[in-house]
């Protein structure tokens, strides 16, 4: 198995960046993608971004392209989501998420991001 935690969600002012982590521990060796996703009360889940082990350029929800920037680091099982100049439409549980084989996906438990206005 897979475990997943998040890190860096807090409350911010609009306009304001943060930097999210996520810590893969346990068989991380069957990890071949990461990705976020958010999630607000009462509303579905919603794909954030994506990176695959292979190298490829991260793919994301297309209204925060420019803004949110995902990277990986397969061989230290982390990722990041470093977003900026946030808004409050932003605040929401973002969720780190990662596919093993099998096609099976693993998710966090969520770290909280609040952005006022």
């Known amino acids: 198995q897979v475990q997943l935690v998040e890190s860096g969600g807090r409350l911010v002012q609009a306009g304001g960046s943060l930097r999210l982590s996520c810590a893969a521990s346990g068989r991380t060796f069957e990890i071949y993608s990461m990705g976020w996703f958010r999630q607000v009360p009462g509303k579905e889940r919603e794909f954030v971004a994506r990176t695959t082990k292979d190298g490829g350029t991260p793919t994301y929800l297309d209204s925060l392209k420019g803004r949110f920037t995902m990277s990986a680091d397969f061989a230290k099982d982390t990722c990041y989501l470093q977003m900026n100049s946030l808004k409050p439409d932003d605040t929401a549980t973002y969720f780190c998420?990662?596919?093993?084989?099998?096609?099976?996906?693993?998710w966090g438990r969520g770290t909280q991001v609040t952005v006022s206005s």
């Open positions: 998420a990662v596919t093993v084989g099998g096609g099976v996906t693993i």
